[in-house]
T-cell receptor
C-alpha cells in the first residue's frame, strides 16, 4: 500500500536534547512538508522540500532543521533551540510543489519535559 | 500571512441530520481543500476544488468553491457517528510561491 509513515507515534525527550522525527513516503511524490499542530490551532508549516537536496523554510522554521537526501525521506530535527517543542508533528507529501493536494502521515506526538 | 476563518469552533448534531460548515478568507483563493482529522491521526483529504462555482461530492459529502473565490462550503448529509472529528479547510491564495493555508478546524460531534 502506498502512503506516508511517521515514526515513532509517541516520543518523549528531556529539555535540551535534539530529537529527529522520521517521515517516509512511497507515493513517488516530489514534494514533502512538515507541519506543527497545537491544540485548537490550524496547521503551521515548518519546512518544505520541492525536490531532493532542496528545502525551504516555512512560517515557523526557527529551532528546526531538515534534510532531503532521498526522494522518499524527509526527516525533521527538533533542536534544543526550539522554545516550545511539545506538539503534534505532521508530515505530508504532494505529487509536485505545484500540486496542492497534500497527503498526510499519521503524525508524531512529541513531548519534551 | 493569509488566514482562513472557520466558525464555530464546535458543532453538535443529532445522528441523521445534515450539517453545513464554511470557510472564509479576506483574499481570493484559487484552490480549496477539505480535510477530516480523527483524534491523534493525520488529516485525510476529503475533497479538492479548483474552480469558482465548482460543486464536488464524495459520498455523503458535498463541497463548493464559492463564486467570490473567498469562501468554500462543506455539507455532510445524513450524519453518522463516524463523522465525528475535526474538519479543516485549506486553501491556496493567488500569488507566486504561495503555500497552503489551513483554518483552525471545526470539531463535529454527532449524538446517536
Amino acid at each position: 500500500d502506498g502512503g506516508i509513515t511517521q515514526s515513532p507515534k509517541y516520543l518523549f525527550r528531556k529539555e535540551g536534547q535534539n530529537v529527529t522525527l522520521s517521515c517516509e513516503q512511497n507515493l513517488n511524490h516530489d514534494a514533502m512538508y512538515w507541519y506543527r499542530q497545537d491544540p485548537g490551532q490550524g496547521l503551521r508549516l515548518i519546512y518544505y522540500s520541492q525536490i531532493v537536496n532542496d528545502f525551504q523554510k516555512g512560517d515557523i522554521a526557527e529551532g528546526y532543521s531538515v534534510s532531503r537526501e532521498k526522494k522518499e525521506s524527509f526527516p525533521l530535527t527538533v533542536t534544543s533551540a526550539q522554545k516550545n517543542p511539545t506538539a503534534f508533528y505532521l508530515c505530508a507529501s504532494s505529487r509536485a510543489a505545484t500540486v496542492y493536494e497534500q497527503y498526510f502521515g499519521p503524525g508524531t506526538r512529541l513531548t519534551v519535559t | 500571512g493569509q488566514q482562513l476563518n472557520q466558525s464555530p469552533q464546535s458543532m453538535f448534531i443529532q445522528e441523521g441530520e445534515d450539517v453545513s460548515m464554511n470557510c472564509t478568507s479576506s483574499s481570493i483563493f484559487n484552490t480549496w481543500l477539505w480535510y477530516k482529522q480523527d483524534p491523534g491521526e493525520g488529516p485525510v483529504l476529503l475533497i479538492a476544488l479548483y474552480k469558482a462555482g465548482e460543486l464536488t461530492s464524495n459520498g455523503r459529502l458535498t463541497a463548493q468553491f464559492g463564486i467570490t473565490r473567498k469562501d468554500s462550503f462543506l455539507n455532510i448529509s445524513a450524519s453518522i457517528p463516524s463523522d465525528v472529528g475535526i474538519y479543516f479547510c485549506a486553501g491556496r491564495y493567488t500569488g507566486a510561491n504561495s503555500k497552503l493555508t489551513f483554518g483552525k478546524g471545526i470539531t463535529l460531534s454527532v449524538r446517536p
